[in-house]
Nanobody, 124 residues
Framework: QVQLEESGGGLVQAGGSLKLSCAAS????????MGWFRQAPGKEREFVAL????????NYLDSVKGRFTISRDNAKNTVYLQMNSLKPEDTAVYYC?????????????????WGKGTLVTVSS
């Protein structure tokens, strides 16, 4: 079983940047597509971004396209989410997980156990 630990969250002003990390342990994630998700207060958890196992393809929630970039370092068993031009509506707890994908790297469903997440708060 893979254990996932998210980090890098914090308080940032609108327009600022943060880089989140997702460190996996217990098993290699190099053979899996990985995704980032977020859950804002009072809302359901939503898909944000994914990257295929090779890193060749990515997919993003429309509202973060052009602002967020997902990447991975399989040697470090770690996935990243670079977040730029942050907006107050990006405020949420961010999680990572193994994901399955359909054609064209479309998100299908998450596959692993959730970590504790990391809180991102964007002030206006």
């Amino acid at each position: 079983q893979v254990q996932l630990e998210e980090s890098g969250g914090g308080l940032v002003q609108a327009g600022g940047s943060l880089k989140l990390s997702c460190a996996a342990s217990g098993r290699t994630i190099s053979a899996y597509a990985m995704g980032w998700f977020r859950q804002a207060p009072g809302k359901e958890r939503e898909f944000v971004a994914l990257i295929t196992w090779s890193g060749d393809s990515t997919n993003y929630l429309d509202s973060v396209k052009g602002r967020f970039t997902i990447s991975r370092d399989n040697a470090k068993n770690t996935v990243y989410l670079q977040m730029n031009s942050l907006k107050p509506e990006d405020t949420a707890v961010y999680y990572c997980n193994l994901v399955s994908t359909g054609p064209n790297a479309q998100f299908r469903n998450e596959m692993g156990a959730w970590g504790k997440g990391t809180l991102v708060t964007v002030s206006s």
